[in-house]
């Protein structure tokens, strides 16, 4: 046998290599990605709206819902021009918490319009019922830190301004913010059933105008009341009840000891009684002393 026992026998062992069933894909990497990048996207809403103040929350979804970068009188997220145009009318106010609506009631704009006098203008017991229906404006749209109502002689001052939260124009410039236009244009309906006519005065803080050497504080003031005026009259207002609009700058601070407050800028709104306009348009009558030269002319 050449060596070998007799009897003996060889065994020969192979190993065979087993084939995977199936290749390490990478659709789980995939869905893992998808999954932290939607956990993240929770994470970082969670983190703004803990940011953001209950009233802006409010704000931003009253825009988000009642306004389109589709349409043409939408405000756009992106400026493409100096001015965007106003909406082509009013935007709808939504009822507040607890069913009061943050709009002019109908009790109160008929409110606003009985005790009238026969000349159409308004009576003392009307401007009080005026002052009324704006009040419950105010607290219905939970906009006490940027309005206030006064009584005057010469009528109802309502007086909007900015604060720490909340700008009524972007800095700078007389472009009004969407808030602000819905707040402007609820004061509408009360203002129409009172019949008062109105004065618009706009006032800034003083921060200085730096971007142009031809315009300042005083012609940013006049075109902030333009402004207004115009949110008024896309909202329904009569253009013939706005007997005068002005602007006076820095001049007239509500916060001395802080000239660069929030509150500083503001626009004041006057609606005048009937010894209000007497008044007002007594200051532009006839000078008696042009009278007596111009008889002493004629002689």
Sequence with gaps: MSGRQKGHTTIIKRSSRRAHTGGHGGAWKVAFADFMLALMSLFMVMWIMGQVSEK????????????????????????????????????????????????????????????????????????????SALQNLM?????????????????????????????MFERGSSKMTPYFQQLLSSLVPALKQSGSHLMIIGHTDATPYQQNPF???????????????????????????????SGVADQKLLDQQQPTNAINRRIEFILLSAQGLSAWEKTFSTPATHSVLASAANQ
Excluded: C
């Excluded at 493409?80 to 009790?107: K, W, Y």
């Excluded at 309005?147 to 700008?167: F, K, S, Y």
């Excluded at 207002?237 to 005068?244: G, I, L, N, P, R």
């Design 56 to 131: 802006d929350r409010k704000a931003i979804m009253y825009t988000l819902n009642n306004q389109s970068i589709f349409d043409s009188h939408s405000y756009s997220p992106i400026s493409f021009t100096a001015h965007d145009p106003l909406p082509s009318s009013a935007p709808e106010v939504t009822p507040s918490v607890g069913g009061s609506t943050s709009g002019i009631t109908q009790s109160d704009a008929s409110t606003a319009h009985n005790g009238k006098n026969p000349t159409g203008e308004a009576t003392d017991a009307d401007q009080k019922k005026l002052q």
């Design 139 to 167: 607290v219905g749209k939970q906009a006490q830190s940027n309005m206030r109502i006064e009584r005057l002689a010469q009528g109802i001052r309502v007086v909007v301004n900015d604060d720490q939260h909340r700008m």
């Design 215 to 245: 315009y300042d504080n005083w012609s940013l003031s006049v075109n902030r009341a333009q402004a207004a005026r115009q949110v008024l009259l896309h909202a329904g207002f009569e253009s013939d009840k706005v007997v005068q609009i």
